[in-house]
T-cell receptor, first 116, second 118 residues
Framework: DTEVTQTPKHLVMGMTNKKSLKCEQHMGHRAMYWYKQKAKKPPELMFVYSYEKLSINESVPSRFSPECPNSSLLNLHLHALQPEDSALYLC???????????????FGPGTRLTVT | AQSVAQPEDQVNVAEGNPLTVKCTYSVSGNPYLFWYVQYPNRGLQFLLKYITGDNLVKGSYGFEAEFNKSQTSFHLKKPSALVSDSALYFCAVRDWGYSGAGSYQLTFGKGTKLSVIP
């Protein structure tokens, strides 16, 4: 099973709201990722968790707050977002960097976020 | 620093004809190369990868890719295109060497939109 699930599929929120995106995988992967994707553009890496610890933060504004409660779950907490944050948010997972592979990332279907 | 170039924003091909989507890369060490496909309003689906070994890699849905080290290319191919292959295709690269937290970070090309015409 190579499935990564994400909830919700769609989210509309105001600039003063607090919401969370959720991601889950049961492939035993120890690296999990959040990406932001604008229409017809490649995914932009936001955060990487490796063995449940935040290992990469690509200078993402503090209104995005990631959390990795355990090796299967990844959350992205949203607060005081701006309209330009509207995008498709993708979660992905892969084997951790200490593994011998395989090395591909598996992506979830994404959450379509609209900030009004 | 690693980089990926997909020189074509769009590729149009007639159904039943062979298709090629081009990708060239630049890494400091040995490359790990990947192709992903994205259908509208969906996540990225893994198609195939090159790690080592045979230069011709076979993947999902009848796709294959040819690794060419001298030309630093990894072109995606399919012998006979289907209308259902119409989608956005991304090439990605990861440097082979382990250098800490960033070693498994993928660098994506800008994407190529493939349109298969009935």
């Amino acid at each position: 099973d190579t499935e990564v699930t994400q909830t919700p599929k769609h989210l509309v929120m105001g600039m003063t709201n607090k919401k969370s995106l959720k991601c889950e995988q049961h492939m035993g992967h120890r690296a999990m990722y959040w990406y932001k994707q604008k229409a017809k553009k490649p995914p932009e890496l936001m955060f990487v968790y490796s063995y449940e610890k935040l290992s990469i933060n690509e200078s993402v504004p503090s209104r995005f707050s990631p959390e990795c409660p355990n090796s299967s779950l990844l959350n992205l907490h949203l607060h005081a977002l701006q309209p330009e944050d509207s995008a498709l948010y993708l979660c992905a997972s892969s084997q951790g960097p200490r593994s011998r592979g395989p090395y591909e990332q598996y992506f979830g279907p994404g959450t379509r976020l609209t900030v009004t | 620093a690693q980089s990926v170039a997909q020189p074509e924003d769009q590729v149009n091909v007639a159904e039943g004809n062979p298709l090629t989507v081009k990708c060239t890369y630049s890494v400091s060490g040995n490359p790990y190369l990947f192709w992903y496909v994205q259908y509208p309003n969906r996540g990225l689906q893994f198609l195939l990868k090159y790690i080592t070994g045979d230069n011709l890699v076979k993947g999902s849905y009848g796709f294959e890719a040819e690794f060419n080290k001298s030309q630093t290319s990894f072109h995606l191919k399919k012998p006979s295109a289907l209308v259902s292959d119409s989608a956005l295709y991304f090439c990605a690269v990861r440097d082979w060497g382990y250098s800490g937290a960033g070693s498994y970070q993928l660098t994506f090309g800008k994407g190529t939109k493939l349109s298969v015409i009935p």
